[in-house]
């Protein structure tokens, strides 16, 4: 099973290539950022984001990642699998 996972934008890291390092539940790697570009600038340190394959897909609010993360916490396994693989991702 494939989640959208919820993470916080600790910094950009690579502006022209639109990468970023995010923090999901003490997890930390690189993600795709361009997918939220737009009229408004897109994503920056300090926003929530929901991540799937490496790619930020959606902006939200702190609240909603939080609650989405403790939705996801209480599937256990499903949620841990998508932990291990966040953790062997790499995107440089």
Known sequence: MCLAIPGQIVEVVDD??????VDVAGVRRNINIGLLDGEGGGVD???WVLIHVGFAISQVDEEEARATR???ERMGADYEQELE??????IE
């Open 16 to 21: 022209a290539h639109r990468l970023a390092l």
């Open 45 to 47: 340190a300090g926003d």
């Open 70 to 72: 403790d939705m996801l």
């Open 85 to 90: 693989e966040l953790r062997a991702s790499v």
